[in-house]
């Protein structure tokens, strides 16, 4: 018998993306079906998701949401069954789907996702479902919803993708989610005096769940809870860490369609080709001696690209060349760029985000940086393992659970499929690039870590069953 699930999220790939969360709510759903869960996406309703729903026809209206009325429309998009909060006044809106075109928050932004948790509630209601399934902040009123929802209790899942991000409002918010003045308390969604949205969904949840075991543990202490480790450590007997997966049709380097040589983790020789086209574009040196490096991701704080910046001498002393493709913080971005200018010819910079560009990179670049001061899980060593990208990473949450470093021991026994680095400092970092230099400079050994890391099963079949499991055991069944 099919379990229904109701996944809930404020962003879908690939339709609407600005990180990781896109990614696992796209996957998610094919990965569980052959396990017998059927999953339904509900997802808001902004340009590019409303222009791509297929068979689009209303299944619920209502005059009362918070900012105003909305209706749900049903459909399917891009393989995916989707449930669509149509509310042009709260989504109709171009873009990022949380930022201004000026680059800061939308300043309703409690209202638009107050509304999505509020409409989410009255749809597993009205389809009768099994679990819900909440992802993020943007979903963390969902399980209060559901909790206070008159009708048959329905159990929710709350995955929490990054606790750094904690969707928290002013207290004058809280009248306009039609939830009862009793769920503002501490035991409830008041947090520091406001509305914390993610607080409430680890609070009213049934399971908790975050995207890497590493993490999941990181998360209970002071340094890693970010002010709601006390809360989590009470909550530790529902609390799960599943590492992310990737969708291994749609990243695997012997058919991909954007790049330019394809390879097999066989013969992973027609990279070379994929790099030469690479330092083309980003303007690079011919000659250079070492190994070609590249960091993708956001330009923030967490992900290190500061470090990666102040390394760059140690990384020329080895012969090699980096480039640098990404978006974030103007003052980093400013850095980036700035860097390109001091060292043309070694460094490559494009801010912004390219998905062709992006394959471009994984496909050519030598070793992929990863020097973040947490991460949840991450996607990026992911997929550079799978194209034959070492990854160099730092032992910390996800990352420490995906990468296999490429120690004595391990080489010794043909092991490794990385180089992982700890503390995440300038000089550990400057370490791991001397040391992957080496590796590199070795063709054999390189050859054997690249072909380890690309058949490294890093697909959704076992993290899908984990979370089956939790479903049914959710559902009771």
Not at 87 to 92: A, T, Y
Not at 224 to 242: C, K
Not at 360 to 386: H, K, M, N, T
């Amino acid at each position: 018998m099919t379990l229904s699930v109701l996944a809930v999220a404020s962003e879908v790939y690939p339709l609407i993306k600005t990180g990781g969360l896109a990614d696992v709510v796209g996957a998610l759903p094919a990965a569980l079906s052959p396990l017998g869960i059927a999953v339904t996406t509900l997802v808001p309703g902004y340009p590019a998701v409303c222009d791509a729903l297929e068979g689009a026809h209303e299944i619920a209206a209502w005059q009362d949401l918070p900012g105003g009325p909305a209706r749900v429309l049903r459909g399917r998009a891009a393989g995916l069954d989707l449930l669509v909060l149509d509310s042009p006044q709260l989504f109709d809106r171009p873009g990022n789907p949380y930022l201004a075109p000026d680059g800061t928050d939308w300043p309703d932004n409690g209202l638009r996702f107050a509304a999505l948790g509020s409409a989410a509630a009255r749809v597993a209601h009205a389809l009768c479902v099994d679990v819900v399934h909440a992802h993020d902040w943007q979903a963390g009123l969902v399980p209060a919803h559901l909790r206070y929802t008159k009708g048959p209790a329905i159990p929710s899942l709350f995955t929490v993708h990054n606790l750094a991000f904690q969707g928290r409002f002013g207290s004058d918010l809280f009248p306009l989610l039609g939830l009862p003045a009793s769920a503002f308390a501490i035991d409830g969604v008041e947090f520091h005096g406001g509305v914390g949205f993610l607080k409430a969904g680890l609070w009213y949840a049934d399971a908790l769940s975050t995207v890497s075991p590493t993490y999941a543990e990181e998360i209970l202490t002071p340094e890693g809870g970010m002010g709601l480790d006390g809360l989590l450590r009470g909550r530790a007997e529902v609390l799960f860490g599943i590492r992310n997966g990737l969708d291994v049709e749609e990243w695997n380097p012997a058919n991909d369609p954007h790049i330019a040589a394809r390879f097999f983790a066989d013969d992973p020789s027609p990279r070379s080709a994929n790099a030469a086209l690479l330092a083309e574009r980003f303007g690079l040196d011919a000659n250079r001696t070492g190994p070609l490096f590249a960091f993708i991701g956001r330009l923030t704080w967490q992900k290190g690209i500061d470090l990666v910046l102040e390394a760059l001498p140690a990384l020329f002393d080895t012969g090699a060349q980096l480039v640098i493709l990404g978006q974030g913080e103007a003052e980093l971005a400013a850095a980036c760029e700035a860097a390109q200018a001091a060292h043309s010819g070694r460094v490559g910079v494009f801010i912004g985000y390219s998905e062709p560009l992006a394959r471009a990179v994984y496909s050519g670049a030598d070793a992929i940086l990863i020097p973040s001061r947490f991460e949840p899980c991450g996607l990026v060593q992911l997929i550079a393992q799978r194209y034959g990208a070492i990854p160099v990473v730092a032992r910390v949450g996800g990352l420490a659970d995906t990468v296999v470093d490429a120690n004595e021991a391990a080489l010794s026994m043909g092991w490794g499929t990385g180089v992982m680095f700890a503390p995440g400092t300038l000089s550990a970092l400057a370490a791991a690039i001397r040391r992957t230099s080496r590796l590199f400079r070795d063709r054999d050994t390189w050859r054997r870590l690249q072909a380890n890391a690309m058949r490294l099963d890093v697909s959704w079949r076992g993290s899908a069953e984990r979370y089956a499991a939790i479903f049914c055991r959710l559902a009771g069944r």
